[in-house]
């Protein structure tokens, strides 16, 4: 159960697009289509962005999306505006009966 | 309105134990697994466990496993999880949250405020 690989911080100016990475084994990213991400404000509780690799849940804009290829998976958010600024988390179901978290991104919108 | 609210954190010294409890509100809770997720304050989310819909598939990840015990009352709405042999690395907000599916997969859709978790002497 080794946590999902992302990059500590990732930044943008407004308007701009930023795409995050996860990256995890065949045991877990690779294997299932059970990825997903969410966004954490400071003080709150982490809200689901994405689901099943590209799904978004009612009410999230269509600016973000998600992707998948091989043991990678990717969120982008289009358009940046300052209330995305937040840390980003995915998430995937693991062959071990599991999930795993990835370690966080801190989006900074400049 | 979903809500999901957490209690029976605190302090506690290590070895000891404690048990958390989730209400659950606005959904049928019977139809969906739940999990507990924890947060060292200022750091990263760790999956900590998850139970389906029923009750029949437990998943635990591999620092809680032989020590925490997952369970859920559908005739209450409630979640629990009974931690022993608490740790100091055990330290942690401990949230719960509903998945989208009757098996845990992850993709949790709704979280709680989350409850407190100290081990220490």
């Known amino acids: 159960q080794s946590a999902l690989t992302q990059p500590p911080s990732a930044s943008g100016s407004p308007g701009q697009s930023v795409t995050i990475s996860c990256t995890g084994t065949?045991?877990?990213?690779?294997?299932?289509?059970?990825v997903s991400w969410y966004q954490e404000h400071p003080g709150k509780a982490p809200k689901l962005m994405i689901y099943?690799?590209?799904k978004r849940p009612s009410g999230v804009p269509d600016r973000f999306s998600g992707s998948k290829s091989d043991n990678t998976a990717s969120l982008t958010v289009a358009g940046l505006q300052a209330e995305d600024e937040a840390d980003y988390y995915c998430?995937?179901?693991?062959?071990?009966?599991?999930?795993?978290f990835g370690g966080g991104t801190k989006l900074t919108v400049l | 309105e979903v809500q999901l609210v957490e209690s029976g954190g605190g302090l506690v010294q290590p070895g000891g134990s404690l048990r958390l409890s989730c209400a659950a509100s606005g959904f049928t809770f019977s139809n969906y697994a739940m999990n507990w997720v924890r947060q060292t304050p200022g750091k990263g989310l760790e999956w900590v466990s998850g139970?389906?819909?029923?009750?029949?598939?437990?998943l635990y990840a591999d620092s809680v496993k032989g020590r925490f015990t997952i369970s859920r009352d559908n005739s209450k709405n409630t979640l629990y999880l009974q931690m022993d042999s608490l740790r100091a690395d055990d330290t942690a907000v401990y949230y719960c949250?509903?998945?989208?599916?009757?098996?845990?997969?992850?993709?949790?859709?709704?979280w709680g405020q989350g409850t407190l978790v100290t081990v220490s002497s």
């Open positions: 949250a509903k998945d989208l599916r009757s098996g845990p997969r992850g993709g949790f859709d709704y």
């Open positions: 139970l389906s819909s029923g009750g029949s598939n437990t």
């Open positions: 998430s995937s179901y693991a062959n071990s009966n599991s999930v795993v």
């Open positions: 099943e690799v590209s």
């Open positions: 065949s045991s877990d990213v690779g294997g299932y289509d059970y």
